[in-house]
């Protein structure tokens, strides 16, 4: 398991677009991707309708989490996607 915490910095909080780049780069891996936020809650990377559904606010930050056989890539990859189109917002 691997790991790295990363801050919401679109005033816009999760949307759309950074929701559509975390899915559509986590369902490239064979690992279970997802993010805890809150009071212990979770979300699937691999979904879209999870990641939207956490309601992550701009300041936020999740603690995103991939397990399996090409971890370490898939987390590098997600976070530098997802990272990316939050700077876009």
Known sequence: ?????????SALGIHLRPAGAMC???IKYQS?????????????AKSVISILASSMKC????NLIAEGPDEEEALVAVAAAFREA???S
């Open 59 to 62: 300041g936020d930050e999740i």
């Open 86 to 88: 939050l700077a876009d």
């Open 1 to 9: 398991m691997v790991q790295e915490k990363i801050t919401i910095t």
């Open 24 to 26: 559509d780069t986590a």
């Open 32 to 44: 279970h991707i997802y993010f805890e936020y809150g009071a212990g809650k979770t979300a699937n």
